[in-house]
């Protein structure tokens, strides 16, 4: 089972700000990327944020945590999924596991 | 090169054909990652490479599917005797480090009829 669960769909009209959520389980301090895929686009990195260290979690392991994005006054062109993955530094050597993904659609 | 790149862009086979996809990364980057996107579906990770080596090999969904990659660079997927549920888009990324920021390529669109 997929352990990064994002919100599968959100549609909101232009101007809008937007909450992504990305909920996951992690033992360590990943670092939360977030990929967007543009329509017929390849994936590429929206934004990246370290963790901080172990005094704001109380402890090596994360529980069902949510660390969201925020989109302010979004745009049609905004519309595309949004992917977050947990990452930790020498983590690769675990599965990564993208979150399932936020289908973001902008009406005009 | 300026980014990652795939080929081929797509492949149609028959069930029960073996198919390769072949992968280039970036230059310099160390770290190569190769996922599936299937209709409907997030990314699945596959399988990853730190230079010529796969630490784990426990996200390929079965026996029928190998990677490997040579030089530390192109990395090659192979699926052995196609199934149609193997259809789906095979996507290709590599980062400078481990656990770095990931580039992706477009990606190979395969479709085993």
């Known amino acids: 089972s997929n352990s990064v669960k994002q919100t599968g769909q959100i549609t909101v009209s232009e101007g809008a700000s937007v909450t992504m959520n990305c909920t996951y389980t992690?033992?360590?301090?990943?670092?939360l990327f977030w990929y967007v895929e543009y329509p017929s686009k390849p994936l590429q990195l929206l934004q990246r944020e370290t963790m901080e260290n172990s005094k704001n979690f109380g402890g090596g392991n994360i529980k069902d945590k949510n660390s969201p994005i925020v989109k302010y006054s979004v745009q049609v062109s905004d519309s595309a999924v949004y992917y977050c993955l947990p990452c930790r530094y020498g983590g690769a050597t675990n599965k990564l596991i993208f979150g399932t993904g936020t289908l973001l659609a902008v009406q005009p | 090169g300026a980014g990652v790149s795939q080929s081929p862009s797509n492949k149609v086979t028959e069930k029960g054909k073996d198919v390769e996809l072949r992968c280039d990364p970036i230059?310099?980057?160390?770290?190569l990652y190769w996922y599936r996107q299937s209709l409907g579906q997030g990314l699945e990770f596959l399988i990853y490479f730190q230079g010529n080596s796969a630490p784990d090999k426990s996200g390929l969904p079965s026996d029928r599917f190998s990677a490997e990659r040579t030089g530390g660079s192109v990395s090659t997927l192979t699926i052995q005797r196609t199934q149609q549920e193997d259809s789906a888009v095979y996507l290709c990324?590599?980062?400078?480090?481990?656990?770095?920021?990931?580039?992706f390529g477009p990606g190979t669109r395969l479709t085993v009829l």
């Open positions: 230059s310099g980057h160390t770290a």
């Open positions: 990324a590599s980062s400078r480090t481990d656990g770095g920021e990931q580039f």
């Open positions: 992690s033992t360590g301090y990943p670092t």
